[in-house]
């Protein structure tokens, strides 16, 4: 093969496998944070949602109390944080599975009517039953918004299982193309400047991250409410930092290569000193 | 000598390959940037419309006053502030006005709701009440004639009661239109107030300037 085209072979085949890299890292991380149900559930939990949510819940009820005529005693025991966390995972996995989610309110339309049951026992006000049937209706229907962020998610549900079967297809394709590219690189020029298909995207993955902490406002990002937003920010982060240490390895990685590929040669060049004087 | 030889030799060759890493870096930003900046752009400015600044930041001190002449208020008070009382001494009314009528500020005095006049303004000025005994639970006792008055940060207005009504809620909604040209004022809280449950009707009551009180 002509030495130059053999040059621009290789310098293509590094190009290549340099975006290759990239795109694998980039959509990698995605899969494993952002398009992880497991991941985002345990995010919930490490920033103590449920606990957050159950406190959220009972006071957006309690507005509804306020006009009702009834105390704040009526939502005693109404729910349990167990029954919050439960139910939002559940929402948590119908988000990633496009499965139908259905709260079942049963309980909490009962344990509410032994409440209201006792609170009227001892007063004097004129009980219209309907009222009484819209309030519960209101106090499940707080419940079911405030679970489901308000139905916020919802538009992207469908986005979501399509976007994850999307990256599973695509994070096997760059795979297959990585090795592909890799083998054929390997085979026609050894391990020679191999390094650069690591550094390369070490130092674009930097770039991105440079460019998108100074151009995205994060930390100010407000979503929702203030305990959504936090978190939201946290992922954010987290896939930003995540990024940051592939780079970081990926340089690490490159390194190694040309260190040892120069103590390879070495050795190689030091071997065939040694058997010449032999001769 | 020779080790130190390796090494320098080892550091060449590592520092020609990051050079090429750079060069292969910056023919891609430079491909993206001829290719997608534009998206780039649009997904981050999107990005960026969620970013809002922190209250610490954005706090100020407010000059709430009345342009007498405009007839608008030179800067409005922020969500949630209060930044008036409102006062029906015929049926013992005496509740601070939030600007804002969402649940959370209801909870503690009414609600101006914001997207009408402010008081003084000339306009349609909608205020809302919880029924309970603190803010509005008195307020279906009210006669046409009674007076109301609203102290302001910037001024205090006199408004006398010109009608009363009962209105399904959604049709409440669907009713209620601004007036430009004249101030009235709309009070209106949850109905019935002597039952407990949930309620969908709303007691509201009319009224209409009868003028600035001067307080000098």
Same mark, same amino acid.
């Given at each position: 093969?002509?030495?130059?085209?053999?040059?621009?072979?290789?310098?293509? #085949?590094?190009l290549?496998?340099?975006?290759?890299?990239?795109?694998?890292?980039?959509?990698?991380?995605?899969r494993?944070?952002? #398009?992880?149900?497991?991941?985002?559930?345990?995010?919930?939990e490490k920033?103590?949602?449920? /606990?957050?949510?159950?406190?959220?819940?009972?006071?957006?009820?309690?507005?509804y109390?306020? @006009?009702? +005529?009834?105390?704040?005693?009526?939502?005693?025991?109404?729910?349990?944080?167990?029954?919050?966390?439960?139910?939002?995972?559940?929402?948590?996995?119908?988000?990633?599975? +496009?499965?139908?989610f259905?709260?079942?309110?049963?309980?909490?339309e009962?344990?509410?009517?032994?409440?209201i049951?006792? @609170?009227?026992?001892?007063?004097?006000?004129?009980?219209?039953?309907?009222?009484?049937?819209?309030?519960?209706?209101?106090?499940t229907?707080?419940?079911e918004?405030?679970?489901?962020?308000? +139905?916020?998610?919802?538009?992207?549900?469908?986005?979501?299982?399509?976007?994850?079967?999307?990256?599973?297809?695509?994070?096997?394709?760059?795979v297959?193309?990585?090795?592909?590219?890799?083998?054929?690189?390997?085979?026609?020029?050894k391990?020679k400047?191999?390094?650069?298909?690591?550094?390369?995207?070490?130092?674009?993955?930097?770039?991105?991250?440079?460019?998108? /902490?100074n151009?995205?406002?994060?930390?100010?990002?407000?979503?929702?409410?203030?305990?959504?937003?936090?978190?939201?920010?946290?992922l954010?982060?987290?896939? #930003?930092?995540?990024?940051?240490?592939?780079?970081?390895?990926?340089?690490?990685? +490159?390194?190694?290569?040309?260190i040892?590929?120069?103590?390879?040669?070495?050795?190689?060049?030091?071997?065939?000193?040694?058997?010449?004087?032999?001769? | 000598m020779?080790?130190?030889?390796?090494?320098?030799?080892?550091?060449?060759?590592?520092?020609?390959?990051l050079?090429?890493?750079?060069?292969?870096?910056?023919?891609?930003?430079?491909?993206?940037g $001829?290719?997608?900046?534009?998206?780039?752009?649009?997904?981050?400015?999107?990005?960026n419309?969620?970013?809002?600044?922190?209250?610490?930041?954005?706090? %100020?001190?407010?000059?709430?006053?009345?342009?007498?002449?405009?007839?608008?208020?030179?800067?409005?008070?922020?969500?949630?502030?209060?930044?008036?009382?409102?006062?029906? *001494?015929?049926?013992?009314? !005496?509740?601070?006005?939030?600007?804002?009528?969402a649940?959370?500020?209801?909870?503690?005095?009414?609600?101006?709701?914001a997207?009408?006049?402010? *008081?003084?303004?000339?306009?349609?000025?909608?205020?809302?009440?919880?029924?309970?005994? !603190?803010?509005?639970e %008195?307020?279906?006792?009210?006669?046409?004639g009674?007076?109301?008055?609203?102290?302001?940060?910037?001024?205090?207005?006199?408004? $006398?009661?010109t009608?009363? !009504? $009962?209105?399904?809620?959604?049709m409440?909604?669907?009713?209620?239109s601004?007036?430009?040209?004249?101030?009235?004022?709309?009070?209106?809280?949850c109905? *019935?107030?002597?039952? *407990?449950?949930f309620?969908?009707?709303?007691?509201?009551?009319?009224?209409?300037?009868?003028?600035e009180?001067?307080?000098?």
């Amino acid at each position: 093969m002509k030495s130059s085209i053999k040059t621009i072979l290789k310098y293509s #085949l590094l190009l290549i496998s340099s975006l290759l890299v990239i795109m694998t890292a980039l959509v990698t991380t995605l899969r494993f944070t952002l #398009l992880n149900s497991d991941y985002i559930k345990n995010e919930f939990e490490k920033n103590n949602y449920y /606990k957050k949510l159950t406190t959220e819940i009972k006071t957006e009820m309690s507005y509804y109390t306020n @006009q009702s +005529g009834f105390t704040d005693d009526v939502l005693d025991n109404v729910f349990t944080e167990n029954d919050v966390q439960y139910d939002f995972n559940r929402y948590i996995n119908s988000l990633y599975t +496009g499965e139908q989610f259905v709260i079942d309110t049963q309980k909490i339309e009962d344990n509410l009517n032994k409440n209201i049951e006792a @609170q009227l026992k001892d007063s004097h006000f004129k009980v219209n039953t309907d009222e009484i049937k819209k309030f519960v209706k209101q106090m499940t229907t707080v419940y079911e918004n405030e679970i489901k962020l308000m +139905g916020y998610i919802d538009s992207v549900k469908n986005l979501m299982f399509k976007a994850i079967s999307m990256c599973d297809k695509v994070l096997f394709s760059l795979v297959v193309g990585l090795v592909l590219s890799a083998f054929i690189y390997l085979k026609l020029f050894k391990t020679k400047d191999l390094s650069v298909m690591f550094y390369t995207p070490s130092m674009l993955l930097l770039f991105f991250v440079l460019y998108f /902490k100074n151009s995205i406002d994060i930390n100010n990002i407000s979503i929702y409410s203030e305990l959504i937003s936090h978190i939201i920010k946290e992922l954010l982060n987290n896939y #930003l930092n995540i990024i940051c240490l592939t780079s970081c390895s990926l340089l690490v990685l +490159g390194l190694i290569i040309d260190i040892l590929r120069k103590e390879r040669r070495r050795h190689r060049h030091h071997h065939h000193r040694s058997s010449s004087e032999e001769v | 000598m020779q080790m130190h030889k390796n090494i320098l030799r080892k550091a060449k060759a590592i520092v020609k390959r990051l050079m090429i890493a750079f060069f292969f870096s910056a023919f891609i930003i430079f491909l993206l940037g $001829i290719f997608a900046q534009s998206k780039l752009n649009t997904t981050i400015s999107l990005i960026n419309k969620f970013a809002v600044l922190s209250e610490s930041t954005s706090k %100020k001190e407010a000059n709430i006053k009345m342009d007498k002449i405009k007839k608008r208020l030179i800067e409005y008070p922020s969500y949630g502030d209060v930044f008036a009382s409102i006062k029906i *001494p015929s049926i013992g009314v !005496d509740v601070n006005v939030y600007h804002g009528d969402a649940l959370r500020l209801l909870k503690y005095g009414a609600g101006h709701h914001a997207g009408t006049y402010f *008081p003084g303004e000339g306009g349609t000025i909608l205020i809302a009440g919880h029924n309970t005994s !603190d803010q509005f639970e %008195k307020l279906p006792k009210v006669s046409i004639g009674d007076k109301i008055t609203i102290s302001a940060v910037y001024g205090k207005y006199k408004y $006398i009661v010109t009608d009363t !009504d $009962i209105l399904e809620a959604s049709m409440f909604n669907k009713e209620l239109s601004i007036n430009d040209n004249k101030e009235q004022l709309i009070l209106y809280t949850c109905y *019935p107030v002597n039952t *407990p449950g949930f309620k969908t009707k709303r007691f509201i009551v009319y009224a209409s300037l009868v003028g600035e009180v001067d307080e000098k």
